[in-house]
Nanobody, 123 residues
Framework: QVQVVESGGGMVQAGGSLRLSCAAS????????MGWFRQGPGKEREFVAA?????????DYAESVKGRFTISRDNAKNTVYLQMNRLEPEDTAVYYCAAGFVGGNGRNQYDYWGQGTQVTVSS
């Protein structure tokens, strides 16, 4: 069966960095677009970043993270990453990784989801 597993969350002070990883198995990873979403306390789950199956410059970011976050993928390792720099308290959320044939910035464009990893940014 398909498994999507996030790791790398934790607590960090404002201005710090974290790198999230997401390992997917049970699917042909290189055929799937991958996305990161997040859900803060009392908020809806929102789009963060996405990368196409081919990677490269086919990426998309939420306005709130542009210039601070970078999404990348390693198809040889079936893994997608989210490098988060200059973190802000507003970035505090559970971060979810998702895989989908379509991809993009909509939740309904993804077929498989991980359980999430907590990121907490203190001021």
């Amino acid at each position: 069966q398909v498994q999507v597993v996030e790791s790398g969350g934790g607590m960090v002070q404002a201005g710090g960095s974290l790198r999230l990883s997401c390992a997917a198995s049970g699917l042909t990873f290189r055929s799937y677009a991958m996305g990161w979403f997040r859900q803060g306390p009392g908020k809806e789950r929102e789009f963060v970043a996405a990368i196409s199956w081919s990677g490269g410059d086919r990426v998309d970011y939420a306005e709130s993270v542009k210039g601070r976050f970078t999404i990348s993928r390693d198809n040889a390792k079936n893994t997608v990453y989210l490098q988060m720099n200059r973190l802000e308290p507003e970035d505090t959320a559970v971060y979810y990784c998702a895989a989908g044939f379509v991809g993009g910035n909509g939740r309904n464009q993804y077929d498989y989801w991980g359980q999430g990893t907590q990121v907490t940014v203190s001021s």
